[in-house]
Nanobody, 114 residues
C-alpha cells in the first residue's frame, strides 16, 4: 500500500522560504515520477513540479526559478524548496506519485501573507 505524507507547510511572509517534505512508503521515489501539485482556493489543482525517475526536473512557469524539487532515495523522501514566496503561492500542496491516477498525500497548507 502506497502512502505519501507531506509536512513542512505553514505560514510565511512574502520573500521567505519554506521546505515541504514528502515521506513515501510502499513505493520507491527513485522508481517513479514524483510530483508536487497545489490547489489554491477556488482554483483547480495544478502541477507545479516534477522529478522523473531519470532525474529530469520540470516546473510550472509560475514557480520556475523560485521552487526546487529534489529527492533523497536513501530516505525515500521528496522535497520542495520554495524560495521568495508570494501571496499567490497560498494553496494546499500535495505530493503525488505516478501522476493523477497514482497516489496522493493528504496535503499541507501553505499560507503566504504579510
Amino acid at each position: 500500500q502506497v502512502q505519501l505524507v507531506e509536512s513542512g507547510g505553514g505560514s510565511a511572509q512574502p520573500g521567505q522560504f519554506l521546505r515541504l517534505s514528502c515521506a513515501a512508503s510502499g513505493i520507491r521515489v527513485g522508481a517513479v515520477n514524483m510530483h508536487w501539485y497545489r490547489q489554491a482556493p477556488g482554483k483547480n489543482r495544478e502541477l507545479i513540479a516534477q522529478i522523473t525517475l531519470s532525474g529530469l526536473l520540470n516546473y510550472h512557469d509560475s514557480v520556475r526559478d523560485r521552487f526546487t524539487i529534489s529527492r533523497d532515495t536513501a530516505k525515500n523522501m521528496v522535497y520542495l524548496d520554495m524560495y521568495d514566496l508570494k501571496p499567490g503561492d497560498t494553496a494546499i500542496y500535495y505530493c503525488n506519485a505516478a501522476g493523477p491516477e497514482g497516489s496522493w498525500g493528504q496535503g499541507t497548507q501553505v499560507t503566504v501573507s504579510s
